[in-house]
């Protein structure tokens, strides 16, 4: 009778030490959130990333479970509240992805202790370091967390729409459809803004030289034969009075646009090139905001003054215009 005895009090042994561990581990819980919440106020890490579960205390899947409804049939578009998930919310978050396809690797995230912060730095190389060894499933998870942190650092994506025949004519006018960077990281938005600038750089660059040349060849030219009184004059490109004041001053001010926009086109590859850090790039872009847009714009406006100096030489030219103008003079001097 005595063996039966002694298993049974050496289990009850047991089970007393386990529930006195369990409590002292609590209380150690209660007294580092203090200490946590201490050192984040100091500009220390996030509670949930050192300060989170202690060691001792086992993971279930009853931490991560209740979390996942709140993400059933709903997009997260705020980073602040991605900020604040905690493991077994991330963890619950990975288990609603897909009908529940990946729920398989939520305790694999809850071990690693990734938060809200750590999944929007999650690679494909940390996927399999913490246990998803299936490739597809990798790229599939990077996708998911991809997609995430694009609809958090944009949520207009997601409310983009088509717009109508005057929004269409206004965006043209303030170059508001060359805005394509909607959702994009820091190095996309970064390399799009300089294969613009150094399209825009070229073709106003092109255009600013043509201009110049109409500019300054307004003036009056007289030709004069050294052995002769006579001076032949002609009016520039073949267009007097009105016409061509209309000419000379948008002919001006369209090489004055081009000017402007090749040297902020320029100027914007040059400040662009100087940085390579996502989050200062981010950041550069969003204090830049319609300013990334301004090369493109000065050159539409210009182009719009450079039509005006020729549609007006297609309709007063003396020669072939479809309106011509008094006819070249000849002065005698």
Not at 56 to 75: E, T, V
Not at 307 to 322: D, M, Q
Request: hydrophobic share 45%.
């Amino acid at each position: 009778n005595m063996a039966p005895v002694t298993a049974g009090r050496q289990q009850q042994m047991i089970l007393l030490d386990h529930a006195q561990r369990q409590s002292r581990d609590r209380r150690r819980s209660v007294t580092a959130l203090p200490a946590a919440k201490q050192y984040q106020t100091a500009g220390g890490p996030r509670a949930s990333q050192d300060f989170g579960r202690p060691a001792s205390i086992p993971l279930s899947d009853n931490d991560y479970q209740p979390h996942i409804l709140q993400f059933q049939g709903r997009l997260v578009e705020d980073m602040n509240e991605v900020n604040s998930w905690s493991e077994a919310v991330v963890a619950g978050w990975i288990a609603s992805l897909d009908m529940g396809q990946y729920e398989k690797y939520a305790m694999s995230f809850m071990k690693a202790r990734i938060t809200g912060p750590c999944l929007l730095r999650v690679s494909e190389e940390v996927l399999a370091e913490i246990g998803v060894d299936a490739i597809g499933d990798r790229l599939k998870l990077v996708d998911y967390i991809e997609q995430l942190d694009r609809r958090c650092k944009k949520p207009l994506t997601a409310k983009l729409v088509l717009p109508s025949w005057p929004e269409c004519v206004m965006r043209m006018l303030d170059f508001g459809w060359a805005n394509t960077s909607e959702g994009k990281g820091g190095q996309a938005i970064k390399e799009e803004l300089l294969q613009a600038n150094q399209s825009i750089a070229l073709v106003s660059t092109l255009t600013w030289s043509i201009a110049w040349d109409l500019f300054f060849a307004c003036a009056t030219s007289c030709y004069c034969q050294q052995s002769s009184e006579h001076c032949y004059c002609s009016t520039a490109w073949d267009i007097d009075g009105r016409p061509l004041i209309i000419f000379y001053c948008f002919a001006g001010l369209a090489a004055f646009f081009f000017m402007f926009s090749t040297i902020y086109a320029i100027v914007q590859i040059i400040m662009v090139n100087e940085m390579s850090d996502e989050e200062e790039i981010d950041q550069f872009f969003d204090l830049l905001t319609m300013d990334a847009q301004l090369p493109g714009i000065l050159l539409f406006v210009g182009m719009v003054c450079f039509s005006v100096p020729v549609g007006v030489y297609l309709i007063y030219n003396v020669g072939l215009g479809l309106h011509p103008g008094p006819p070249t003079t000849t002065m005698t001097v």
